[in-house]
């Protein structure tokens, strides 16, 4: 909602959330390179760019705001998407998209007063990703393979 300013930003009044199968998006983060180059999963600059120029999935740490727009601990992960990665996502993989826009404008006027509890947001849960590839392109430092969480 942060990046949107909850729907205020010119061409970003629309909210969309958008569900997709598990096993697609375990399949992003499996052939996810981050944007930038991480010593622990590349042995070299060579190798990493080579592997960003052959992945249709990208990924990106950027910090995660609180509705009021202050910077959290926590990072957020962006993914960007490209080639057959990209028309699957939009031809295949897409479950249901719900259009939330009116519920983000009814919630507008809380934002200043989060902690009080009027504002509503959905419940977060940490995601455990299902492979241990997508669990480390992600940088997890404990993976928990196979959990029941999360299975949608």
């Known amino acids: 909602m942060y990046r949107s300013d ?11 959330a958008i569900r997709l199968r598990r096993a697609f998006f375990d399949s992003l983060l499996e052939q996810s390179v981050p944007s930038s180059f991480v010593p622990e999963l ?13 992945s249709d999935v990208r990924l990106q740490w950027d910090p995660d705001h609180n509705p009021s727009g202050g910077k959290c601990e926590r990072r957020a992960i962006q993914l960007g998407l490209r080639g057959k ?8 993989e897409i479950v249901k998209i719900v259009d939330l826009s009116g519920f983000v404008a009814q919630q507008r006027p809380f934002i ?8 509503l947001t959905p419940a977060e849960r940490v995601y455990v990703p299902k492979s241990a590839t997508a669990a480390t392109n992600v940088g997890l430092a404990e993976w928990r393979g196979n959990s029941s969480e999360n299975e949608t």
């Open 85 to 92: 990665t990209l028309e699957a996502y939009g031809k295949k």
């Open 6 to 16: 909850w729907g205020r930003s010119q061409g970003q009044e629309v909210v969309l």
């Open 112 to 119: 200043g007063d989060w902690r009080s509890g009027s504002l």
């Open 42 to 54: 590349f042995d070299s600059q060579d190798t990493w760019k080579a592997a960003g120029a052959r």
